[in-house]
């Protein structure tokens, strides 16, 4: 019996190792260079063995894009009979001729919608999930039933298998992307996709995700102000500020919103963290604005926090009156908090 005191110091110094065979490759496109379908094909066959059924057919996607159309091939019935006959040819049950003619005129859906399925043996999570218990076998030395099976799969692990549609005679694979760039809080990038496939990327600033247009928008700096007042999503307005403040630093944000800062306070919690809060105004004010006392005539404000966990910079809209960023602050406490008390955090979870 093993138990938490077996993980000596020696141990847990191993941990690191097997996170860099887990993803160095993967990271840095090498992996993505050396793509193998037979490795891929080979993989997904054994987890099939292993439940003892007959060998799938393995249909590979390039990017989501190649992804969403082959599944939405694979919907049709005619395509399906295809898949079907050389199911059967792979397993030694059929001999059917296959006239791939019938594929040139058939009529797809491309509308419909995409499904996959994130099994944990065979997923972008399936390398990290077999390297902690090959971690734990070798490490604590233990022998176990299905050990032949946990070292064949983890030597194979590398298989550039991203996410797959699983059916019993075919299986859609999507390859694991091309490049994936992130920072300690997640995928990040503020020059190209975080997340890059051939002519396929996803875009993410601080692990939160970005629509590629606005994205691409504020690099060229062809978003406007307008824009962002419009978005509804703080988690987006949120990426907006960062992306435009790492990219282009505080000045050329300050130019984006026409804003100024008008109150700045360094505010040292309880809980030992410190943070600096940030009351912004547009120079312009705006007759269709009000502030919470019902004021006309009121320029843009918003309240500037720094989330501790995540590093993001969020702008809450706040009242236009508001001159001191504490008591903005205080205003943006849940309710049941009287105003009176002491902005201050006693515990912090990051």
């Given at each position: 019996?093993?138990?938490?005191?077996?993980?000596?110091?020696?141990?847990?110094?191993?941990?690191?190792?097997?996170?860099?065979?887990?993803?160095?490759?993967?990271?840095?496109?090498?992996?993505?260079?050396?793509?193998?379908?037979?490795?891929?094909?080979?993989?997904?066959?054994?987890?099939?063995?292993?439940?003892?059924?007959?060998?799938?057919?393995?249909?590979?996607?390039?990017?989501?894009?190649?992804?969403?159309?082959?599944?939405?091939?694979?919907?049709?019935?005619?395509?399906?009979?295809?898949?079907?006959?050389?199911?059967?040819?792979?397993?030694?049950?059929?001999?059917?001729?296959?006239?791939?003619?019938?594929?040139?005129?058939?009529?797809?859906?491309?509308?419909?919608?995409?499904?996959?399925?994130?099994?944990?043996?065979?997923?972008?999570?399936?390398?990290?999930?077999?390297?902690?218990?090959?971690?734990?076998?070798?490490?604590?030395?233990?022998?176990?039933?299905?050990?032949?099976?946990?070292?064949?799969?983890?030597?194979?692990?590398?298989?550039?298998?991203?996410?797959?549609?699983?059916?019993?005679?075919?299986v859609l694979v999507l390859r694991m992307p091309?490049?994936?760039?992130?920072?300690?809080?997640?995928?990040?990038?503020?020059?190209?996709?975080?997340?890059?496939?051939?002519?396929?990327?996803?875009?993410?600033?601080?692990?939160?995700?970005?629509?590629?247009?606005?994205?691409?928008?504020?690099?060229?700096?062809?978003?406007?102000?307008?824009?962002?007042?419009?978005?509804?999503?703080?988690?987006?307005?949120?990426?907006?500020?960062?992306?435009?403040?790492?990219?282009?630093?505080?000045?050329?944000?300050?130019?984006?919103?026409?804003?100024?800062?008008?109150?700045?306070?360094?505010?040292?919690?309880?809980?030992?963290?410190?943070?600096?809060?940030?009351?912004?105004?547009?120079?312009?004010?705006?007759?269709?604005?009000?502030?919470?006392?019902?004021?006309?005539?009121?320029?843009?404000?918003?309240?500037?926090?720094?989330?501790?966990?995540?590093?993001?910079?969020?702008?809450?809209?706040?009242?236009?009156?508001?001159?001191?960023?504490?008591?903005?602050?205080?205003?943006?406490?849940?309710?049941?908090?009287?105003?009176?008390?002491?902005?201050?955090?006693?515990?912090?979870?990051?």
């Amino acid at each position: 019996m093993k138990t938490i005191d077996d993980l000596t110091p020696e141990i847990r110094e191993n941990i690191q190792k097997y996170k860099d065979l887990c993803i160095n490759d993967l990271y840095s496109g090498k992996e993505y260079s050396n793509f193998d379908r037979k490795k891929t094909t080979e993989y997904i066959e054994k987890i099939y063995s292993i439940i003892k059924r007959d060998k799938p057919v393995i249909i590979i996607a390039n990017n989501p894009n190649d992804y969403k159309k082959k599944f939405a091939m694979l919907q049709n019935e005619k395509v399906q009979e295809i898949v079907y006959k050389i199911y059967l040819k792979k397993n030694n049950k059929g001999n059917d001729q296959i006239n791939l003619d019938v594929l040139k005129n058939i009529d797809i859906n491309y509308d419909i919608e995409t499904k996959s399925h994130y099994l944990f043996l065979c997923s972008t999570y399936h390398r990290v999930y077999l390297m902690w218990y090959k971690f734990i076998q070798d490490e604590f030395k233990i022998s176990h039933k299905n050990e032949e099976i946990l070292n064949w799969l983890y030597d194979n692990s590398k298989n550039n298998i991203s996410r797959c549609y699983f059916t019993q005679t075919y299986v859609l694979v999507l390859r694991m992307p091309k490049y994936i760039r992130r920072n300690k809080i997640g995928f990040h990038s503020i020059d190209s996709p975080a997340i890059e496939w051939e002519n396929y990327g996803m875009y993410y600033i601080n692990g939160r995700k970005l629509p590629e247009n606005i994205f691409k928008k504020i690099i060229n700096k062809e978003y406007t102000f307008d824009e962002f007042i419009q978005l509804k999503n703080e988690d987006i307005k949120a990426s907006i500020i960062s992306l435009i403040t790492e990219k282009f630093g505080d000045n050329e944000l300050m130019k984006f919103l026409d804003a100024k800062i008008i109150d700045e306070v360094t505010i040292n919690h309880s809980s030992g963290y410190s943070e600096i809060i940030k009351l912004w105004n547009t120079n312009e004010k705006f007759s269709f604005l009000s502030d919470i006392n019902g004021n006309s005539n009121q320029p843009y404000c918003w309240l500037e926090l720094k989330c501790p966990s995540t590093g993001s910079t969020y702008l809450i809209s706040t009242s236009g009156h508001f001159k001191s960023a504490i008591d903005a602050c205080k205003f943006h406490r849940p309710k049941e908090i009287p105003m009176e008390l002491k902005y201050d955090f006693n515990s912090f979870n990051n």
